[in-house]
């Protein structure tokens, strides 16, 4: 077989942090028995999907399984992306509840949330349309922004307004009359059973046994079916119009090219500054634009024109985004294998993931978590380095046995502490450490006697670095 | 001799409310009917819930008689109770899958001893699950990461272990449930297997049932299994949902999705409660129409409630009652069980 240039495994590294959870060496060999533009293909338009299962996860996770609450909900997710080998749709999942962030407060049911999430990952990377339609009929989405209160007689305007400004358009490009006739268009999309789901809702009930799972409902009757106008458009609309509309607009490919580099990419300033402040890559955000409108709307395609870009692939973008917390801790189980099968020791995971500042299914706001250099803070950093040290450190663990049973075989015992250190790295997956960082590690290396232990400490002392922190 | 007919399960009642404490049950993983007529059932909660975990007692009325085995390491305490059993002496037998040990309470919740120990030594178990006692008075328990079904003495002496990880005959993936017969046979639930597998009093194979109907209908990770005393069958086909019973000829009798009604703790709840009580009148709880893009059973039972929603074990009480722990429902669906000739 070819040798794959080391080089090409880097490049491959760097994609597979950005739209997956990492990959050691060895996942990266297998990877890079096709060219790279395959890859992203194969990532963008992925055909089949394998994870652990919900089988497994259903039967050693009992509140994954009936999710009374969030956090069943999110440990399910949890298993699915550390386990999928699809792991753009899990990363595109991250990525829309991100931005149509909807949590449990309101919402409460675990499983209500479970079936959004289920939604990002079958529809998240097709056309943008067919998205924000789902997201419209949407259950968790409907009572998140109260539109099971938007009647024909008596419109709310949290979905319509919300639709636009933090979903599609970005303020300052529609009125506050848009906003009206927009919420208008949706009087009647609601959930079946509102009056009990709500009362059920607001006492926080699952009596007498346990949540039951929302769906959607139309009532026609309490639709407003006068005409419309909507940016500029008039009509007797429904929501399908009404998202037709938007998904047509420039203003819409922009807001969406700007997210997608925005995660991707390279941290741009928090969304609520984005009418004032410009992208950092005008270009690149026009060629994502000009993507949007060639694809047909199609997320896929913009993401295959993206990570094919120079900018992307470019030495300079690596190690330049932090990882959000949930992606921390996902590449860090994934790299451990610390549960090949579901565990209750998993409840704990979940809540460090919490408390390093992304609580899934739970976001500070209906905007989402602001990131960037803002999921790290003195308290955050510390949860991020006591958790990859906890998983790293732990040689029961399958992936760890394996990286450190690795290392040995291709080192010997004359193998110098900077040899061992880039043998780690390189078997992590191509990972490269400013000098500073890796003389640190190579100190440490220096002054353990014992082979494995040195190994193991190595491996655990890279998840502490600042270079590990980032993607 | 004029063959025994069955007559099909009859719905009879419905037991339990969701709970975090005392009265009711929260993710129930177990349930078993003692001489005495009381139901125990094992709640495993959920994230650590402390007051949630633990052992409720009822019987076939409703009527409440407390709790025991509560959250906890030490001695009379669970972590994770996954199966319940009972000998003829009135003993209690509870598996805890995070701590891999038996404890045994008497039928007031009384702690006596425990034993077993985590690992995959011969005496050892991972994750024991469903557990039964055998009329020569020896425990049956599901070893389930180990991949096989462990035999102890009442005391927790090891006397001998049935298969290995695979998917031969006589080998296990992940088993669950376990049944005794009154003839020793031993019926496991092969759960990942997706058949049912049964054994003489010896520990040698007699039958795999993975599917019913000649190949239709297959099963799909049964969580539990028990036989009457005429052959019949009551499978819990967890992954899909259902009950099926089956002859002692392996056909398929009948296959049940579920009826629940509001027990007596349920509508007692509703009564106290009035605005989720006339809300709940006005609600239509059986609309499919939302529906029709999906079939899968899970996703169905989470929308429709009567249905079953994880059955994780059935349980025969004096053989004319079956009992459906549905651990994703918190409660029980009790059906008749009818014999004639």
Redesign the interface.
Known sequence: MEKIEDKELELLSHLIRRAGFGATRRELEDYGKYSYEEVVETLVSPKETNWMGDYLVRRFDGEASGMINAPGSARRWIYRMMSSDTPLKEKMTLFWHGIFATGVPKVINGRVLSDQIEMFRDHGLGRFDDLLLRLAKDPAMIVWLDNQENHKNSINENWGRELLELFSMGVGNYSEDDIKECAKAFTGWTIGNTEYMMVRSKRDSDWPYGRIAYHFKYLPDDHDDQTKEFLGHQGNFNGEDIIKVICNRETTAKFIARHLYHFFVADEVPVPSWNEVPPRDEQAIDELVKAYFDTDHNIAGMLSYLFNSDYFKSKNARYKKVKGPAEFAVGLLKLSREFEIPDRDMIPRYRQIGWMGQELNNPPSVEGWHEGQEWVNTGSLIERINFASELLGNQDNTGIKELIDTVEEVLDENSTPEEIVDECLTQMGFLRLSENSKTAVTDFANGVEEDREKISGVIRLIGSTQEFQMS | MKPVQTIPLDYYLTLG??AMEGRGFE?P?DSFVAENDRIYVTN?S???GERGVRVTILDMDSDYFGTFGHYGISEGQL??PAGITGDANGNLYVTDD?TSMVSQFDLEGNFIQRWGSNGSNKDEMQSPSGIAIGKDGLVYISDT?NHRVQIFTTAGDHVSAIGSQGNEEGQFN?P?GVDVGLNGNISVAD?GNSRIQRFDSNGDHVETISSVQAGQNQLN?P?SVVVDSTGNQYIAD??NETVKVLNRSSELIQEIRGQ?T??K??SA??ET?R??GL??E????N?LS??EDTEDP??VS??I?KLF??PVSVKLQKEDRLLVTE?????IQVYKVGVSN
């Open positions: 409310i969701v993710y993983s495993k959920r994230d650590y972590i994770s995070y990461k992940l669950w759960w990770h969580s967890w992954g629940a509001l027990s703790w349920a709840f509703l409660n605005e989720e809300s709940r006005n609600a239509n709880l609309d939302s529906l899970h996703t989470a929308h409630e929603w994880s651990s994703n429902r918190h409660r």
